[in-house]
T-cell receptor, first 113, second 115 residues
Framework: KNQVEQSPQSLIILEGKNCTLQ??????????LRWYKQDTGRGPVSLTI?????NTKSNGRYTATLDADTKQSSLHITASQLSDSASYIC????????????FGTGTRLTVIP | EAGVTQSPTHLIKTRGQQATLRCSPI?????VYWYQQALGLGLQFLLW???????NRGNFPPRFSGRQFPNYSSELNVNALELEDSALYLC??????????????FGDGTRLSIL
C-alpha cells in the first residue's frame, strides 16, 4: 500500500534554532518527492520537488534531502523565524502516469520568540 | 501573475443539498486538481482534469463530480451533502508538459460546512 508517514506530528522550537522534519514513504514506483508549507487557513505552497536522481535541494533556509534507497526524506529549516510556523507536508508522486500524489498528514511547526 | 483563485471562500449547506465550488487556474496551466482536506487529516485527492477531460479520480463516491471548461477553469459539484463532507476543498493547477514533476500551485480553498 502506498503510504507517506511524517514525524514528528508537531514540534515547538525557539526562534533562531534549526529543526529537521522527517518523511518515510512506501510509494512505488517512485517518481518525485515534494515538500509543501501550509499556513493556517491557506493553501499549500511548494518548497521543493526532488526526483529520483536528486538527493538534496535547497530553497532559501529550507533544505530537503532524499534517500531513495531507504525511502526517506528530511526537511531542514535553518535559523527559524516566527513566519515558519505552519504545517509542512511531504508528498510523493508515483510513475503510473495517472499523476498520483500521496500526501502525508504533515508536521505542525510552531516557532516561539 | 494571478494565482489560483477559488470561490466562494466559505459555503454553508445543509444535509442533502448540493454544492458547487469553482476554481480558476493560473494562466497557461491546463491541469486542475481537486483535494479534500478534512480537519486534522491530510489532503485527499479527488479529481484531476486536463484539457477538459477527467484524467484520474480518487476514492470518493460518484456524488463528487466536476468538469473543466474550455478556458481551463473548473467546477467541483457535491450532491446529496453529508455531514462528513465538511472540509476545506483545495484546487491546484499545473502545467501539463512533464506533468509528473510539475509543481502544483494551490488556491486558498473553499471551506464547506454542512449543518
Amino acid at each position: 500500500k502506498n503510504q507517506v508517514e511524517q514525524s514528528p506530528q508537531s514540534l515547538i522550537i525557539l526562534e533562531g534554532k534549526n529543526c529537521t522534519l522527517q518523511c518515510n514513504y512506501t510509494v512505488s514506483p517512485f517518481s518525485n518527492l515534494r515538500w509543501y508549507k501550509q499556513d493556517t487557513g491557506r493553501g499549500p505552497v511548494s518548497l521543493t520537488i526532488m526526483t529520483f536522481s536528486e538527493n538534496t535541494k535547497s530553497n532559501g533556509r529550507y533544505t530537503a534531502t532524499l534517500d531513495a534507497d531507504t525511502k526517506q526524506s528530511s526537511l531542514h529549516i535553518t535559523a527559524s523565524q516566527l513566519s515558519d510556523s505552519a504545517s509542512y507536508i511531504c508528498v510523493v508522486g508515483d510513475q503510473t502516469g495517472a499523476n498520483n500524489l500521496f500526501f502525508g498528514t504533515g508536521t505542525r511547526l510552531t516557532v516561539i520568540p | 501573475e494571478a494565482g489560483v483563485t477559488q470561490s466562494p471562500t466559505h459555503l454553508i449547506k445543509t444535509r442533502g443539498q448540493q454544492a458547487t465550488l469553482r476554481c480558476s487556474p493560473i494562466s497557461g496551466h491546463t491541469s486542475v486538481y481537486w483535494y479534500q482536506q478534512a480537519l486534522g487529516l491530510g489532503l485527499q485527492f479527488l479529481l484531476w482534469y486536463d484539457e477538459g477531460e477527467e484524467r484520474n479520480r480518487g476514492n470518493f463516491p460518484p456524488r463528487f463530480s466536476g468538469r473543466q471548461f474550455p478556458n481551463y477553469s473548473s467546477e467541483l459539484n457535491v450532491n446529496a451533502l453529508e455531514l462528513e463532507d465538511s472540509a476545506l476543498y483545495l484546487c491546484a493547477s499545473s502545467l501539463r508538459t512533464g506533468h509528473s514533476n510539475q509543481p502544483q500551485h494551490f488556491g486558498d480553498g473553499t471551506r464547506l460546512s454542512i449543518l
